[in-house]
Structure formats: structure tokens, C-alpha cells
């Protein structure tokens, strides 16, 4: 923490004035790949700025290939904000004379990001009213945003075909999981216009105050070029429910909230089935995901109950999956 807070001291003289200091730095969140830091600038006169530094532990931590380097990631978001996104404010993207490696800062947010929270608390009622519409303008606006370049293009039938070798290598076998792949198999969508996705909008990934509703989307680091349906499915899915099976949307909405919002806000009108095939895409992804995890902590207990416990969540999964075909009728 020394060297981080030596780091942003020097820096955050160009981001709050001559004689401005640090104050609060705390570590938010673990992980092997990615920091979060709160810390505000305190300037020299003036109210402190409540920031976020995110910064990659290490260059070889970032999967290339699977997600954008940070510094594409915080061209995402500010253009993104810049074409009416609610999200957080980019305020400086780290250099190499900055010395806190591959990193951004960006503005703090005040709201709740519990995803349990969101959909059941009475405090957030209000919120949950307005919601739904909320994303769907958001995603509206994402969607139209301009990718900026080294963006990754997704093809949904490699997606499918690397989760499905995936699952293959595993050697496990679960009917629920085989009905998916086949059900996708026989309904990949026709090709479309593609656009800048977010890969991974779901409840417990977007910043809620609650009283108004969205406050800001939060974690791009799977954005991508794709098909704009994939973010409507995703949120769809069972697993970001958070026990309210009858709200599809996050556990706090109806669906045709969220595509009304969508098209008020300009978006293309989408059609049901192809929300359904994202939602399935979706739930399988998830469920061979928390398989895999389940079965790196049967091989190694000593890693931590975490991955034992996610693996737990394959059911929901299942269950999503189950519903889907019985909507579709095969």
C-alpha cells in the first residue's frame, strides 16, 4: 500500500491542483488480476473527490484475448459516457511515468451494487419501479456507442463451439447441459447489425440508488462487438435473479420494461426469441463455468471453499435452462 500511496501522491497534484493530497486509500476488492482502490483528492481548497483507482496486478493476469487492456477498458467507459451512459466518470488514464502499471482512476459513485439487496430490500421499492426501463435506456445508449479500436468481435458459434469443447474436455456429463448445447445448436440467430456490448450487465453489476433507480454501470471489462441481444439475455438469466424467479429481469423487472426502454431510448426493436437464445447461451456459459469451478476445488480443497461454493450454483442454471426449452416448446 506504501508504494501505491507514494504513487498517487505525485499524481494527484495534476488531478485536484497544486498541493493536493491523498486521503482514506483502502483496498475494495482481492483478486489475482485486478485492484480496486478508493481514495479521495483532497485539494488545497475545496471539498475532497471521491475516486477509484483500478489498476491490473500484473500484465500477464489480464487474459489477452479475453478481455480489453485497462486502457481501452477506460476508453470504453468514457465514450460510453459520453453518448448519455450513466457511468463512472473517467478521470485519468495511468502512463508508464505514473508508475502504478496498468491502471485508471475514475470518479467514485454513491448507491448499492448487492444484487440480493436490489431485488428484495423494501428500502429499494422505489427503485425497483423504474428499473428495468432504466437498463434498457442504458443499453440503448451502450449499444450505440462507437467501439473504440482493439475492441475484440465475438462469433456467437465459436462462443458455442469453445464452451462446448470445454465441457467435452471435462469429461463430465449432465442431461440439462446436453439439452442447452443442442437447443442453441438448432437456433443460432441470423446474422445482425453488431454494436458495442457490455458482456456482463447484470444485477450486481450496476450501481443503484433507492430512491432513483440506476445509478451507474459498473465492471466493462468484458465489453466487446456483438450482438446487442446478448446483454439483454444476460440479465435475464436465473442466476442474477437473486431468488425472485418472477422478475426476469435481475430479480427486480419485467422484460417488456426493459425492451421498452430500449426502443424509447433508440435502441433497434429485438424479438423475444432472440432473447431467449442469449438468455439459454447465457445460463449455459454460467453453469459449465461453475462446474469447472466446483471441480478445480474437488481436485484441490486447499484452494478455498469459494469455487465449491459457486459449483452450488449450477442449479440455477439448470433451472433457467429447463424453463427456456419448456417456453419454447422443444
Known amino acids: 500500500m506504501s508504494e501505491i500511496a507514494e504513487r498517487l501522491a505525485a499524481l494527484v497534484p495534476k488531478l485536484a491542483g497544486d498541493g493536493a493530497e491523498i486521503n482514506g486509500l483502502t483496498r475494495l476488492t482481492g483478486g489475482a488480476s485486478m485492484e ?26 489480464r487474459h489477452p484475448g479475453k478481455k480489453p487492456p485497462l486502457r481501452i477498458e477506460a476508453e470504453l467507459i468514457a465514450a460510453a459516457v459520453a453518448n448519455g451512459v450513466p457511468a463512472p466518470n473517467v478521470v485519468h488514464i495511468c502512463s508508464e511515468p505514473d508508475g502504478l502499471g496498468e491502471a485508471y482512476i475514475m470518479a467514485r459513485v454513491s448507491g448499492e451494487t448487492l444484487g440480493k439487496r436490489i431485488a428484495t430490500d423494501p428500502a429499494f421499492a422505489p427503485a425497483r419501479a423504474v428499473l428495468a426501463r432504466q437498463c434498457g435506456a ?34 463430465l456429463v449432465r442431461p440439462t447441459i446436453e439439452a442447452a448445447f443442442r437447443w442453441l445448436e438448432r437456433r443460432v ?88 437464445f ?44 429447463v424453463a427456456i426449452i419448456e417456453r419454447s416448446g422443444s
Open 36 to 61: 480496486t482502490w478508493a481514495f479521495s483528492a483532497v485539494p488545497a481548497a475545496g471539498d475532497a473527490i471521491p475516486l477509484i483507482l483500478r489498476r491490473g496486478t500484473s500484465p500477464l493476469a
Open 138 to 171: 442504458a443499453l440503448a445508449r451502450i449499444h450505440a456507442t462507437p467501439p473504440v479500436a482493439g475492441v475484440e468481435t465475438l462469433d456467437v458459434r465459436a462462443t458455442l463451439s469453445g464452451y462446448e469443447e470445454t465441457w467435452r474436455a471435462s469429461g
Open 189 to 276: 440467430p441470423t446474422a445482425g447489425a453488431l454494436t458495442l456490448v457490455h458482456g456482463d450487465f447484470r444485477n450486481g453489476n450496476i450501481m443503484v440508488g433507492a430512491q432513483t433507480g440506476l445509478a451507474a454501470v459498473l465492471d466493462w471489462e468484458l465489453a466487446h462487438v456483438g450482438d446487442p441481444a446478448e446483454d439483454i439475455g444476460w440479465i435475464c438469466c436465473n442466476s442474477w435473479r437473486f431468488g425472485q424467479p418472477g422478475k426476469r429481469v435481475g430479480g427486480f423487472g419485467d422484460l417488456d420494461d426493459l425492451l421498452a426502454g430500449y426502443v424509447e431510448a433508440g435502441g433497434a426493436p429485438i424479438d423475444v426469441a432472440r432473447v431467449d
Open 278 to 321: 442469449w438468455q439459454m447461451l447465457g445460463s449455459l456459459k454460467w453453469g459449465v463455468m461453475t462446474t469447472m469451478m466446483h471441480a478445480r476445488w474437488a481436485a484441490d480443497p486447499s484452494a478455498g471453499p469459494e469455487r465449491a461454493v459457486i459449483g452450488r450454483r449450477l442449479s440455477e442454471t439448470e433451472a433457467d435452462i
